[in-house]
């Protein structure tokens, strides 16, 4: 996951090794509880939750209680969310999302976790710049 101001800079990034998902939503809702979990203990700032998985944007939005095999992980995801000022939740396409895709994939290399403040692992650096999404006011 990668978390940025509103004008693409990178705050902070990570990736997490050893998640036990049975779903491709369970690992974005993961990914989502993650970021906001980190950025509720170093950012403290406004947020948007950006995800390329249709199921777990809406399961975010909706106020319905839901039975997916993800639906305890949106539960933490809301309760974590609550602490933060403000919180905007969107659906982007995938070609927007290729960092947090790439950290995924360097979880699964290098077998172990890593959180960076400010900044991303050189390995990715040239898609930060690609896949940057600035707010627009």
Known sequence: MVI?????KVLLS????GIRCVSVED???MACLEGVQLSNEWIRKPMAIESDCH????SLLSGAENRASF?????EIKFAMSAIPEVKVC??????NKV?????????RCMHSAVWRDQSPSCVFELVNLDSN???D
């Open 4 to 8: 940025r101001d509103h004008s693409g």
């Open 14 to 17: 990570a990736w997490k090794h």
């Open 27 to 29: 690992a974005e809702a």
């Open 55 to 58: 199921n777990v944007v809406k």
């Open 71 to 75: 639906s305890n992980i949106v539960k």
């Open 91 to 96: 659906k982007i396409g995938s070609e927007c």
């Open 100 to 108: 947090a895709h790439e950290l995924a994939q360097l979880a699964k």
């Open 134 to 136: 600035p707010l627009s």
